[in-house]
């Protein structure tokens, strides 16, 4: 396991923007891993957002395709979501996570952060 952790939450307004970071703690490398993205609002189960592999695919929930992005930086260890266009529904704590599969369920991925809190107001 990796401990991760994620930065870069906050409260935004309906249509505003975020962008979620997410890096290994301690200087590791997880540029040859799944790196994933997931939500859990109050309430709700925990729920896939979006993915990304060492090369560089990516696959997002159809709640979010055309509204976010996920990237990664392997020369700095750190993968991206860019929140665009954010609606009230999009409110969550967002967790960054990694697995050694290209998978979309959370039962895959072995490391997690502790989450950071997005709040889109309306």
């Known amino acids: 396991q990796v401990p991760l952790v ?3 939450g906050g409260l935004v307004q309906a249509g505003g923007s975020l962008r979620l ?3 290994p703690s301690g200087g590791r490398s997880f540029s040859l891993n799944v790196m994933g993205w997931f939500r859990q609002a109050p309430g ?3 729920e896939f957002v979006s993915r990304i592999a060492w090369s560089g695919n990516t696959d997002y929930a159809d709640s979010v395709k055309g509204r976010f992005t996920i990237s990664r930086d392997n020369a700095k ?3 991206y979501l860019q929140m665009n266009n954010l609606k009230p529904e ?3 704590v967002y967790y960054c996570a990694r697995s050694l599969r290209w998978s ?3 039962d895959d991925f072995d490391s ?3 989450g950071t809190q997005v709040t889109v107001s309306s």
């Open 6 to 8: 994620e930065t870069g």
């Open 21 to 23: 970071s997410c890096a």
């Open 44 to 46: 709700k189960e925990r």
């Open 77 to 79: 260890n750190t993968v």
């Open 90 to 92: 999009d409110t969550a």
């Open 104 to 106: 979309r369920v959370s």
């Open 112 to 114: 997690w952060g502790q």
